[in-house]
């Protein structure tokens, strides 16, 4: 079965950095297009970054342009997440997404990112 396993959440202060991972497994992955989503406590999930299937294409939300980095690495089924300048506004759960923004196939199950002011 399609898992994508999350790591690399933690605590930091404002202005660290933090890199999340996602590994996938159960899918060709080189064939899905792959996101970043987090959830912050008490509100709606929202997207945070999008990388096509090549690798070729990224896009960001607005919140995090300039400061964050998507990436993939499709030999090793990875995904990453670089996060710089972090704010206390970044705490949040983080998903890992495979497939369309707007039309996600599957997801993992998150990992904690703390950012203390």
């Known amino acids: 079965q399609v898992q994508l396993v999350e790591s690399g959440g933690g605590l930091v202060q404002a202005g660290g950095s933090l890199r999340l991972f996602c590994a996938a497994s159960?899918?060709?992955?080189?064939?899905?297009?792959m996101n970043w989503f987090r959830q912050a406590p008490g509100k709606e999930r929202e997207f945070v970054a999008t990388?096509?299937?090549?690798?070729?294409?990224?896009d960001y939300a607005d919140s995090v342009k300039g400061r964050f980095t998507i990436s993939r690495d499709n030999a090793k089924k990875l995904v990453y997440l670089q996060m710089n300048s972090l704010k206390p506004e970044d705490t949040a759960v983080y998903y890992c997404a495979a497939g369309y923004r707007n039309g996600v196939a599957y997801w993992g199950k998150g990992t904690l990112v703390t950012v203390s002011s």
């Open positions: 159960g899918l060709t992955f080189s064939n899905y297009a």
């Open positions: 990388i096509s299937a090549s690798g070729g294409r990224t």
